[in-house]
């Protein structure tokens, strides 16, 4: 039994071998010093890709809904904040500034916000109506997804899955199943919509946003206020938002831990 087990195992490992493994760090430091190395199984090409087909879906799925962009009100300004951010991400990675980005809303009840690889973010409408978001508040939500695509944390995700479907294929394999499993278009919805990033990656996306907002000239302070409001929105539990986005104490603890050093940010972009 250990035999054959060794033997699936070096299998797996040359199949992943062959795939390739690239350690980077996806974006710059910025004041806040975010420095990670990121092991990734995936080009950024093909994740941007399955990406943009996943996200051309959801909105196709809004549209005919008559859900997408509903409210030109809401709409325009969720867009307004996010150029705003946006502006400032050549901060982290200067090839952000000529990515294809792309800021819809979805007419839902649900308090909910997501990204996809290559710039591509969803606000969904009852996360700002029904908690009565300031846009300093809404920044920091946009901020934080914004910062997950910088990071290229869906690509990270769905490494870690790639890898550990390609080892499970090896064992599929002798049952006679094949490789298409590997759907990577619904794996980038899997990670946008249900799978969770780990603690590591939404602390990243926080503190990142964080600075986004401040150098937008938003209130880095409005950050906890959004935190609070959305656990508080949950009676205790959190809502749908929380699921994939975990929080808590530690997590505002954070937050407010490094607010100093990007309020300088905020005071010198309000001058300006």
């Known amino acids: ?36 190395s990121q092991n990734m199984w995936l080009s950024a090409q093909e994740v941007e890709q399955s990406s943009a087909k996943s996200y051309a879906s959801q909105l196709s799925q809004a549209r005919s809904a008559g859900k997408l962009n509903t409210d030109k009100v809401l709409t325009a300004r969720v867009k307004r904040v996010a150029q705003r951010l946006i502006a400032q991400t050549p901060v982290f990675r200067p090839d952000a500034a000529r990515w294809k980005w792309e800021v819809n809303v979805a007419q839902t009840q649900e308090l909910n916000a997501y990204a996809m690889a290559g ?16 846009d300093d508040e809404m920044a920091a939500v946009i901020g934080h997804e914004i910062a997950h695509a910088l990071r290229e944390h869906s690509r990270e995700t769905m490494s870690q899955a790639y890898a550990q479907q390609m080892g499970l294929s090896v064992v599929g394999s002798l049952a006679g199943l094949n490789q298409s499993q590997l759907n990577l278009a619904g794996m980038a919805a899997d990670v946008a919509l249900s799978k969770p990033h780990s603690r590591t990656m939404e602390s990243e996306a926080d503190i990142i ?48 831990a490094h607010i100093p050093q990007v309020m300088p940010l905020y005071q010198q972009a309000k001058r300006g």
């Open 1 to 36: 039994m250990k035999q054959v087990c060794r033997k699936v195992f070096s299998h797996a490992a040359l199949l992943l071998a062959v795939a390739g493994c690239a350690q980077v760090n996806t974006t710059n430091s910025g004041v806040v010093g975010i420095n990670r």
């Open 119 to 134: 710039g591509k973010i969803m606000v969904y409408s009852g996360l700002v109506t029904r908690l009565q978001l300031t």
């Open 209 to 256: 946003g964080l600075e986004l907002m401040a150098r937008a000239g938003y209130n880095p302070n409005a950050a906890v206020n959004v935190w609070n409001k959305m656990m508080s929105a949950g009676g205790g539990s959190g809502p749908e938002f929380l699921s994939t986005h975990p929080s808590g104490p530690t997590r505002i603890s954070d937050l407010q």
